[in-house]
C-alpha cells in the first residue's frame, strides 16, 4: 500500500504579515432555505436558493514580542490551505473579516486566541 501526502500548511495573511495558525475550522452555508407550504400532505415542497458564507473558527498563538496585532478589527485577510509540499490545489479564502475573538489561557501550553472570521470568497488555486 502507498503512502498519501494530505494537506498540511495553514496561513494567515493580515496586512501583509503572516500569523501563526494552530487550528482552523471552515463552515460553508449553501444559502438554501426549505419552503413550508400548506398542503394536504402536511409536508416540505421544496427550497430557495440564497447566498454562500463561509465561516472561519480560526486559532493562533500570541506572540510575546513584535508589533500587536489588533485582532478585532482584521479587515482583508486572506487565509490559505496548502499541502506542504507543493503539489495539489491550494485554497485561499479571500477578503476575511474579524466577527468575534475571545482569548485562551491555560496551565500547560501557549496562550491563544480563538478569531471568528467570515470570508466573502474562496478561491481554488
Known amino acids: 500500500m502507498a503512502l ?18 494552530t487550528s482552523v475550522n471552515v463552515t460553508t452555508q449553501s444559502g438554501r432555505k426549505l419552503v413550508k407550504t400548506m398542503n394536504r400532505k402536511m409536508r416540505a415542497k421544496g427550497f430557495s436558493r440564497g447566498i454562500v458564507t463561509f465561516e472561519l473558527a480560526v486559532t493562533a498563538v500570541v506572540p ?6 489588533d485582532w478585532l478589527n482584521i479587515e482583508g485577510a486572506k487565509l490559505t490551505v496548502q499541502p506542504v509540499s507543493g503539489a495539489g490545489k491550494r485554497v485561499s479564502y ?20 480563538d478569531i471568528k472570521l467570515a470570508a466573502l470568497t474562496r478561491v481554488e488555486e
Open 64 to 69: 510575546l514580542t513584535g508589533a500587536p496585532i
Open 4 to 21: 498519501q501526502e494530505y494537506v498540511g500548511a495553514v496561513s494567515l495573511e493580515v496586512d501583509s504579515r503572516e500569523i501563526e495558525i
Open 94 to 113: 479571500v477578503d476575511c473579516f474579524a466577527m468575534e475573538v475571545s482569548e485562551k489561557y491555560q496551565v500547560e501550553g501557549e496562550a491563544v486566541i
